[in-house]
């Protein structure tokens, strides 16, 4: 099976989702589990399960670099908590993936690697920044695949490429070993092409972690994919969403359709009025870049980074970052810098966190009378490569709709519940409540099951 994906990962190596694969290591686990079974031993939870990891994942005694020239040739001293609980499990770790530079993207044209296409029409972005995780995936490339999530980086790909996308609540994964972006924003998640996987991998990577003081102490629940208990459903959508300006017609209308079977089915479905909606993106971008500027501050040459040759201090310090740095990183760090300092933190930062504050109280006013919230994951389909390089204002603002979750806290899937007129699928954002991941698993079978275009 796994020479099967090593050839597989040879013949679609022009999608570029593979920075490095694992050949040689992933066949010596493949034979190590072929023993168990031959000799009736338990193989693991995951065992034989083939998966691929972001390249902001540590693993120990392998390369992670973020996609970044700045840590080119990094050798990773320990594992990510949540790699290590995979091979724990048995799960044969394939290969690190490609993805938007330390996380910062959503089209994954920003790797130092070179961008990564899409394998439902390769003239098209897969998303970001996960892009290399989703195309693993959604070409056959592995069974499962661990992402990061900081404003929609697992659902929007998922999206693109037509798969599960799974960001569970801050707080559920530990995010030890993960290369910070923006720390009280990221989050691990996992793509896949059933929901049974996800699950899987949800229920062995999750739970408390000595080394994350951020994740909840509680032991995850097994997240099984079981039929509802609760049924009916009250649902809510953001009015304020479906009505956007800039969300495709088309969109728009597969949602309404799907709001209507779901009435027909017994489910109430509500719109709600958000009227926070046109600051979430600010919001959110204020706050990530701000704590980008902070954690990416180490990268320097001297602590970390890509280093150049010694001359002036200042210099030395300048030309490792701009060097070792590309131009998305660079944005991003500046503006956080800029938003951060002397005159202007009370006017950007401060506020930022007070509408964070809102998102948060408004999110659980509607959750106190609805079992979940449905948005769309984009509100476009996925469009063709370098559309959005020179324009990141509107790329920054096509995350409408997944930066919510993420300011909120609360967990998010993208189901691949639609086809665009364009081939391209787009998918559903279904929102939970905080801490309400088993209840999010099961509702999206229901979904999945009954409600798919075309059912």
């Known amino acids: 099976m796994v020479r099967d994906y090593l050839d597989r990962i040879s013949a679609h190596a022009s999608l570029n989702a593979f920075i490095e694969v694992y050949k040689e290591e992933a066949l010596l686990a493949a034979a190590s589990i072929d023993d168990r079974f031959r000799e009736k031993l338990p193989p693991g939870r995951l065992g034989g399960v083939v998966i691929g990891i972001k390249d902001v994942l540590c693993h120990k005694g392998h390369r992670v670099s973020a996609a970044s020239r700045m840590l080119e040739g990094y050798v990773a001293p320990y594992s990510a908590t949540a790699v290590q609980r995979l091979q724990d499990a048995g799960a044969i770790i394939i290969g690190r993936l490609n993805c938007d530079e330390f996380a910062m993207g ?3 044209e920003t790797s130092a690697f070179g961008k990564v296409l899409n394998p439902l029409d390769p003239s098209r972005v897969p998303g970001g920044s996960s892009g290399g995780s989703a195309v693993a995936v959604a070409a056959g490339l592995c069974m499962a695949s661990l992402g990061s999530d900081t404003g929609g980086s697992v659902r929007q790909p998922a999206d693109f490429c037509g798969i599960i996308g799974f960001k569970p609540g801050y707080g559920r994964i530990s995010r030890y070993g993960l290369i910070a972006y923006a720390s ?35 032991k995850v629940p097994d997240y099984q994919v079981t039929i509802p208990e609760k049924r009916p459903f009250n649902l809510a959508y953001l009015k304020n969403a479906l009505d956007h300006q800039g969300l495709d017609p088309e969109i728009r209308t597969g949602f309404e359709f799907f709001f ?9 479905v509500d719109g709600v009025d958000f009227d926070l909606m046109e600051y979430l993106a600010p919001a959110y971008y204020v706050l990530t870049t701000a704590e980008a500027s902070s954690n990416l501050a180490r990268f320097d ?6 280093a150049g040759k010694p001359d002036q ?36 930062y401060t506020k930022a966190q007070r509408v964070r504050r809102l998102v948060r109280a408004r999110t659980d006013e509607i959750f106190s009378k609805y079992d979940f919230i449905i948005l769309p994951n984009s509100p476009v389909t996925a469009f063709p490569a370098g559309q959005m390089l020179n324009d990141p204002v509107a790329m920054y603002l096509a995350d409408i709709y997944t930066v919510f979750a993420n300011l909120a806290g609360v967990p998010a899937v993208s189901l691949p519940l639609f086809r665009h007129s364009n081939g391209m699928p787009f998918g559903a954002q279904v929102i939970g ?18 409600f798919r275009m075309g059912d």
């Open 313 to 348: 201090l200042v210099d030395y310090y300048r030309n490792n970052r701009s060097l070792g740095f590309g131009r998305e990183v660079k944005r991003r760090i500046m503006l956080g810098t800029f938003v951060l300092s002397s005159g202007y933190y009370e006017a950007y």
């Open 433 to 450: 409540n905080h801490s309400d991941e088993a209840g999010l698993i099961q509702v999206s079978s229901y979904f999945m099951s009954n």
């Open 301 to 306: 040459g001297i602590r970390y980074g890509y």
């Open 106 to 108: 959503s089209t994954s």
């Open 260 to 268: 209507e079977k779901l009435r027909k089915a017994g489910h109430r």
């Open 184 to 218: 009280s924003f990221d989050q691990i998640g996992v793509f896949g092409r059933n929901l049974d996987m996800v699950a899987e991998v949800l229920s062995v990577i999750g739970g408390p972690d000595d080394f994350d003081s951020t994740v909840f102490p509680t």
